[in-house]
């Protein structure tokens, strides 16, 4: 009676890059469902790699998925708060799913491509948010999940001469500004490369057959600039770089209005609505919400982390969502939800770390400037 | 001079009532890069297993137990700038307190630097 049980254990899945990453030192960990590593030859010394020279990440645990099919335009724009009319070929933009109360689901990129929108979802919701796209698309739309792809990132102030090396396409790689994408080749591998990331710096992300996956990674960390970089300095990294982490700093609790990201709904869309959770998002904007999403830059050495909780005096104004060591300031920042009141940048406020109250201002994000290519 | 070790990755040195405490090298090998290091004030009164001291990597606040209970007489006052001494000698320079030993009997169930090796070697 009890051979069932030992079925429903969910296995930690395994990585196109899995072996690749073992066997150049990665320290490996669960993360989203999947082995990935969390470092090779320390976090600290791959944050400065990357901030100085260009680190190769390999994010195929992200979802990769193509929506096509008649109506396509129409179905989406009832899914997300973007505005595709205004969305040029090639070029990825930054949006949301929400739910009906204007909770954030995930966060995004969508491209549009000839024949219909390449999506790029976080690897811990994609299940969910295919479940989510696909109970809210009609049925002529298509949506497919692209599990053969693997997706790397090469990010750094030399990403792009290192890249461009090893790349080859109809137009040269230096012709793709921030947030522009193209096909090109990688050492014969048809790869979709678009100039965006997840660290502040130049660089691009990777899409790819799976199974040519090892053989592109080698060839771009072959490169003298490159080094493979683990989960541990992208969470570092993107922290300094202002941008939220999907179930930390956002989650079904916020709106883009209190995450301050309404630049994911676009301006058309704040005044039609239209899509699921407007009702919620226009609230929003035209009332204001209680607290919203600011950044903190901490005296000292002593990081504090998600979770602990921000006051101002004897009054607890807020609550941290993300918060770390930052190698390139020396000395923490971190993310937190505040008070409408306490949310000016300058404003003094204290962290509560076990006990110990850590003095902190708000600072305006990114905490290390973006160094997009534009 | 006697150093023992234990199960949680520390060490500690005893001479007669006297003591240093620090985290083992694999200790600082698994947190990672070091930035900031709690210690205790000296005259903080510790029990054995209590945690006076918590070291920040990167990645995560780790906490250090006392491996035995005294009295905190000294902090390694070096980490407040230099907290990455626990990364590059953490059984050397970058020890973190010593304390006025209370019972010297509890010293009696900590590892000696080969059964720690092994110890470690299983992990």
Redo the contacts between chains.
């Keep these: 009676m009890s051979e069932v049980e030992d079925d429903i254990a969910i296995e930690t899945l395994i990585l196109p890059l899995d072996q690749w990453h073992r066997a150049r030192g990665g320290r490996m960990v669960e993360f989203a469902g999947y082995w990935m590593p969390?470092?090779y030859e320390?976090?600290?010394?791959e944050?400065e790699w990357t901030r100085s020279s260009a680190g190769l990440f390999d994010v195929s645990h992200m979802g990769q998925l193509f929506v096509s099919g008649e109506g396509v335009e129409a179905a989406l724009e009832a899914v997300l708060p973007i505005d595709l009319a205004t969305l040029k070929p090639f070029g990825p933009r930054y949006s949301m799913l929400l739910d009906e109360y204007g909770g954030i689901l995930d966060d995004l990129m969508v491209t549009r491509w000839n024949s219909g929108f390449y999506l790029v979802v976080n690897g811990a919701t994609k299940w969910d948010d295919i479940a989510h796209l696909r109970e809210n698309l009609p049925d002529e739309v298509n949506l497919m999940h692209m599990e053969d792809n693997a997706l790397l990132a090469l990010q750094g102030p030399k990403a792009a001469e290192a890249l461009a090396r090893v790349t080859e396409g109809e137009w040269p790689l230096a012709d793709l500004k921030f947030m522009k994408g193209g096909q090109f080749k990688i050492g014969g591998v048809d790869a979709w490369i678009s100039r965006s990331g997840y660290t502040g710096e130049d660089g691009f992300e990777i899409a790819i057959p799976a199974e040519e996956a090892a053989k592109v990674a080698e060839l771009i960390c072959a490169q003298p600039e490159v080094k493979p970089i683990g989960l541990?300095a992208r969470d570092?990294l993107r922290l300094e770089a202002g941008l939220p982490l999907y179930g930390h700093d956002l989650s079904p609790d916020h709106s883009p209005v209190d995450a301050d990201l309404l630049f994911a709904v676009n301006k058309r869309r704040r005044s039609e609505g239209g899509f699921i959770g407007a009702e919620r998002v226009l609230r929003d904007l035209a009332q204001g919400t209680p607290q919203k999403r600011v950044g903190l830059a901490l005296e000292?050495?002593?990081?504090a982390?998600e979770g602990a909780e921000v006051y101002a005096g004897d009054q607890k104004v807020g609550v941290l969502t993300s918060g770390?060591?930052s190698?390139t300031l020396g000395h923490?920042v971190a993310m937190a939800y505040v008070d409408q009141a306490h949310c000016a940048d300058g404003t003094a406020l204290e962290v509560d770390v076990?006990g110990?109250r850590l003095p902190a201002r708000v600072a305006p994000m990114p905490f290390v400037p973006h160094r997009y290519y534009r | 001079m006697s150093r023992y070790f234990t199960q949680d990755h520390e060490w500690i040195d005893v001479d007669g009532d006297s003591a240093t405490v620090g985290i083992t090298d694999y200790a600082q090998s698994q947190l990672g890069d070091i930035t900031f290091v709690e210690l205790p004030a000296a005259g903080t009164a510790v029990k054995k297993g209590d945690a006076p001291c918590v070291v920040d990597s990167v990645k995560a606040a780790s906490d250090v137990y006392s491996p035995a209970s005294g009295t905190v007489t000294e902090e390694n006052a070096a980490l407040a700038d230099e907290p990455e001494l626990v990364n590059s000698d953490a059984e050397g320079a970058g020890w973190l307190f010593r304390l006025t030993l209370s019972d010297a009997g509890e010293l009696d169930g900590l590892m000696d630097r080969a059964a720690y090796d092994e110890y470690v070697a299983g992990l």
């Design positions: 969390v470092q320390g976090i600290m010394a944050h541990g570092s000292g050495r002593q990081a982390r770390g060591f190698p923490p076990r110990k």
